[in-house]
């Protein structure tokens, strides 16, 4: 038998752990895209489907994800838009079922935000305005911070201890590295910033657009970090786009959160951060027989050549100077 995490997560296990929570299924289990959990559509007799995500084991402890939960639902309290894991009658959300921790989730539907809208970043940046100003209200006690040790050193040293980079490459991607990390530390140092809690993955795909207003999804990564980070994934094009991208988020975002400028120098150690920790996760979960069938062309000579590459062109950009808004204020 396998010894994969989920390899005992059969479809009639998942019905009888929503089951024994009181929902009546009626036997249709569609698995959904998702490959650090896992997360399935189910049927439930005459009423709406609902969503059940199993976290993936020993990655967030039961107290982590419960706090995850928690500020999800202060958020939703404040009516915040966000899709909240629901609510047992028992008072809880978050569940275990032998090795796994699980939720349930009401079904939402929607599409991707329309970026190129100068509006639609506005209204972005006031939902991420008055989530941060939420998040700033305490500190996560026990869910980690997005920092430069776990998404940074830890990535290379992982990648570097193992056998994925070729022996081609490796020589280049050792040292390129070791002088991103550097440079990376020096930017973080000059930047002083107060940790917040954060979604930290505020990515498109992580956003349903409906009844003119974004829903945020997945706070499965959420942490202690800089705010920028929830913006910064937002912006796409030249400088001059992203500039005029940026001055749109900031408009709506300071109706609720003042914005430290400041942290505008970390957007790319940030972006960095993210490739270095992004080609590091497919690496930690390649005996995961859904990382291999879906990422075939990671391990691969052509893949390492090009991540590389962009690397070089990131350690190119660290050294450029940091995007402002076009106002200049500080």
Request: aromatic letters at 12%; proline letters at 6%; a negative charge.
């Amino acid at each position: 038998m396998s010894d994969h995490p989920y390899s005992t997560l059969t479809p009639e296990r998942i019905l009888d752990a929503v089951e024994k929570l009181g929902y009546h299924c009626d036997g249709r289990l569609n698995a959904l895209n998702s490959y650090e959990n896992r997360v399935f559509q189910i049927g439930i007799n005459d009423s709406a489907p609902i969503i059940a995500k199993f976290y993936r084991p020993s990655r967030w402890s039961f107290e982590q994800v419960s706090e995850e939960h928690d500020f999800c639902k202060e958020l939703a309290v404040a009516e915040w838009p966000i899709v909240p894991p629901l609510v047992h009658e028992s008072g809880v959300s978050a569940h275990r079922d032998g090795e796994f921790t699980f939720a349930l989730f009401p079904r939402i539907g929607g599409h991707a935000p329309e970026l190129d809208s100068l509006d639609t970043l506005e209204l972005l940046g006031r939902s991420l305005g008055r989530l941060h100003a939420i998040g700033s209200v305490k500190p996560f006690s026990s869910r980690p911070q997005l920092d430069i040790q776990s998404y940074g050193i830890d990535s290379r040293e992982f990648l570097l201890s193992n056998d994925f980079i070729p022996p081609s490459l490796l020589p280049a991607y050792e040292s390129l590295t070791k002088d991103i990390i550097k440079i990376i530390e020096q930017r973080f140092s000059e930047c002083t910033y107060a940790p917040i809690r954060i979604h930290a993955d505020c990515h498109p795909g992580n956003i349903l657009w409906r009844e003119d207003r974004g829903v945020f999804v997945d706070f499965d990564d959420c942490r202690m970090g800089p705010a920028v980070q929830d913006l910064w994934m937002l912006l796409s094009g030249d400088r001059q786009d992203q500039t005029t991208q940026l001055d749109s988020l900031l408009e709506g975002y300071e109706m609720f959160h003042d914005f430290n400028d400041s942290e505008l120098c970390l957007i790319e150690p940030l972006r960095t951060l993210r490739m270095l920790n992004y080609a590091a996760w497919i690496a930690r979960r390649w005996t995961d027989p859904a990382f291999p069938s879906t990422f075939t062309w990671f391990n691969t000579e052509r893949y390492w050549a090009e991540h590389v590459l962009q690397l070089r062109e990131q350690f190119a950009n660290l050294q450029e100077p940091a995007l402002v808004r076009s106002s200049g204020n500080y």
